[in-house]
């Protein structure tokens, strides 16, 4: 069973930046797709971006395009999703997420995925 450890959250003021890591166990890291999700307080989980296994691309919900950057290390293990720009309706729980199967395939949705971290918070203040 792999283990996802997100870090890197914090309260942060508007306008401000944050780089978010989703280290992973295991040695099959590299086989995954992986995506970053958000659970804002009272709201549901919403998918925030993926980047695929092979080709690398990744995919930006409409909210965040522009200000957010999902890359990863194989060589570490590591997901990571740099937030620039930040706003007050960033404020969420950030959950990193992996792939349900080793197929490279676009992942959009929670149903696409099959191991979550425990999440890690972010706060933007105005």
């Known amino acids: 069973q792999v283990q996802l450890i997100e870090s890197g959250g914090g309260l942060v003021q508007a306008g401000g930046s944050l780089r978010l890591s989703c280290a992973a166990s295991?040695?099959?890291?590299?086989?995954?797709?992986m995506g970053w999700f958000r659970q804002p307080p009272g709201k549901e989980r919403e998918f925030v971006a993926s980047i695929r296994v092979k080709s690398w691309i990744t995919y930006y919900a409409d909210s965040v395009k522009g200000r957010f950057t999902i890359s990863r290390d194989n060589a570490k293990n590591t997901v990571y999703l740099q937030i620039d720009s930040l706003k007050p309706e960033d404020t969420a729980v950030y959950y990193c997420?992996?792939?349900?199967?080793?197929?490279?395939?676009?992942?959009?949705?929670?149903?696409?995925?099959?191991?979550w971290g425990q999440g890690t918070q972010v706060i933007v203040s105005s």
């Open positions: 997420a992996r792939g349900s199967d080793t197929i490279d395939i676009p992942r959009l949705s929670a149903a696409d995925y099959g191991s």
């Open positions: 295991g040695r099959s890291f590299s086989t995954y797709g």
